[in-house]
């Protein structure tokens, strides 16, 4: 692989780096709309604000895994698709506000932490193909 070719790959790992931090501030975001909704609506209605928060949860997931494709694309290019963390399973529904008899969203908040724990990964994987790039 020429120098070229490896500064190209390094900047499009930055890309994917400020990208990331991006999909982890709207998770900020987010966890800010969950919160007035336990504050504010009533715990065992589907409110309109709810499900724009399930909206918005399903539409980061969606976009964390679209930059894991390209994550993925470019440790193949660098011959190092094992470095690429697999995808966890979520299930974004309605359902994740049901509180059950604990009285708090648990399912709501695994969720997230799937997320977020996933970036994690992901950006571990970003440092160690940028280290193959140095």
């Not at 209605?45 to 494709?69: A, D, S, Y």
């Not at 697999?86 to 008899?101: F, H, K, M, Q, Y």
């Not at 994987?125 to 790039?133: A, F, G, R």
């Amino acid at each position: 692989m020429t120098e070229k070719e490896k500064n190209v790959l390094t900047q499009e790992l930055w890309a994917l780096t400020v990208l990331d931090l991006d999909a982890t501030r709207h998770s900020f975001e987010i966890m800010q709309r969950m919160l007035k909704c336990v504050m504010k609506d009533p715990e065992k209605e589907m409110t309109p604000n709810k499900r724009k928060v399930i909206e918005e949860i399903g539409l980061q997931w969606r976009f964390v895994k679209v930059l894991h494709e390209n994550l993925a694309a470019v440790a193949e290019r660098l011959g190092r698709a094992e470095l690429v963390p697999a995808v966890p399973e979520l299930v974004i529904c309605d359902g994740l506000w049901d509180t059950g008899d604990g009285g708090s969203s648990d399912g709501l908040y695994e969720v997230n932490d799937k997320i977020a724990d996933f970036q994690s990964a992901m950006q571990d994987c970003v440092s160690k193909l940028q280290e193959v790039c140095a």
